[in-house]
């Protein structure tokens, strides 16, 4: 698989949805995480990324204006011991409490589908990134278009290369029915030295009029120290 230009793929699709990238440093020291959200409504344009305890999770800008919570408000990252779990959705307390009672990445998701969001039945798109940089990721998806049946795809990836990562989003690019994402999950290089550099390099690349949050975390495997980033554009 040819290895891609990440702030191009994005630059380039209008709509991608949510988004995870997960990988390693141009160096090969540290693990890459990032998550973004984006909007056509102004309810979902509606939110903030927000730190908590261990990572962060959707909030409304202004709750006034907050019209239907489900779907839209949920932990995005969340910290699992020494593992980080990254989602689209409520799926990441599943993952969360999965691990907890010893599942699998696998196993923690098999009561999950994709989204109850008809006619777009949003998939469910998650990560898990270990310690030593290890990661997976996971799709779950309509198969026909209907919402009668689930697929689901699982991606790991062992010995990540230094300076590249995968990139998954829930949307092919805009539309109604906004298209599932398809394929694997996309290999990108990443060259950003640090987080903030990487945040800067994904919210320029994002569309301007649909973007809502960002969120980067840099890890250093050697000791487990890490650089967040968020940005909001509320």
């Not at 990238?21 to 995480?33: I, K, N, P, Y």
């Not at 994402?181 to 990443?190: D, I, K, N, Q, W």
């Not at 994002?206 to 960002?214: M, Y």
Request: aromatic share 8%; glycine share 8%; with cysteine.
């Amino acid at each position: 698989m040819k290895k891609l230009d990440l702030t191009a793929l994005l630059r380039s699709n209008p709509y991608p949805g949510r988004g995870i990238v997960l990988g390693r440093t141009a160096d090969g020291a540290r693990a890459v995480a990032a998550y973004f959200i984006m909007g056509r409504s102004e309810n979902s344009r509606n939110r903030v990324f927000t730190p908590t305890p261990d990572g962060i999770r959707t909030e409304a800008h202004d709750p006034s204006k907050m019209t239907d919570p489900s779907l839209i408000i949920y932990h995005p990252v969340r910290q699992v011991g020494r593992d980080l779990v990254v989602t689209n959705g409520d799926q990441t307390d599943t993952i969360r409490d999965g691990l907890l009672a010893g599942k699998t990445f696998a196993q923690a998701l098999s009561s999950r589908e994709f989204e109850p969001d008809a006619p777009n039945f949003t998939p469910r798109i998650s990560g898990l990134l270990s310690p030593d940089g290890s990661f997976q990721l996971s799709i779950l998806k309509s198969a026909d278009g209907s919402g009668s049946c689930c697929h689901r795809f699982f991606y790991s990836y062992d010995r990540p290369l230094a300076g590249e990562g995968r990139l998954i989003h829930t949307y092919l690019g805009d539309g109604s029915p906004l298209p599932s994402f398809e394929g694997e999950p996309e290999r990108v290089a990443l060259d950003a030295p640090d987080a903030e550099a990487l945040a800067d390099q994904l919210w320029e690349a994002l569309n301007e009029e649909n973007k809502v949050s960002l969120f980067v975390r840099y890890i250093t495997l050697a000791d487990g120290t890490s650089q967040d980033v968020i940005r909001n554009k509320l």
